[in-house]
Nanobody
Framework: QVQLVETGGGLVQVGGSLRLSCAAS????????MGWFRQAPGKERDFVAG??????FYADSVKGRFTISRDNAKNTVYLQMNSLKPEDTAVYYC?????????????????WGQGTQVTVSS
């Protein structure tokens, strides 16, 4: 059974930075598109960033502030978050697709982590 475990969430002040990590197990990691999503209370789960065979891609709301990267040797994907804003506050989820192609929809991903809370205080 595929497992995704996120770490690195926490409380940070406006303008600060955090780096989230997602360790994958029981997955041929290098062949899989990976993504980060987030969900604020009372809202839908939204796409943040993805990394597939074509490289990284981002939601407009985080472009220029967040960077997704992956280390295939460690089966880990990262999300570096800089210049954080209060509206970035959410539970952040790591996701993996069975396929190498990913997109911005929740339905494109087959496996999900348990989520990690990110809170940006003003």
């Amino acid at each position: 059974q595929v497992q995704l475990v996120e770490t690195g969430g926490g409380l940070v002040q406006v303008g600060g930075s955090l780096r989230l990590s997602c360790a994958a197990s029981r997955l041929t990691f290098s062949n899989n598109a990976m993504g980060w999503f987030r969900q604020a209370p009372g809202k839908e789960r939204d796409f943040v960033a993805g990394f597939d065979w074509s490289g990284p891609f981002y939601a407009d709301s985080v472009k220029g502030r967040f960077t997704i990267s992956r280390d295939n040797a460690k089966n880990t994907v990262y999300l570096q978050m800089n210049s954080l804003k209060p509206e970035d506050t959410a539970v952040y989820y790591c996701a993996a697709s069975k396929y190498g192609f990913g997109d911005r929809s929740v339905g494109a991903y087959d496996y999900w982590g348990q989520g990690t809370q990110v809170t940006v205080s003003s």
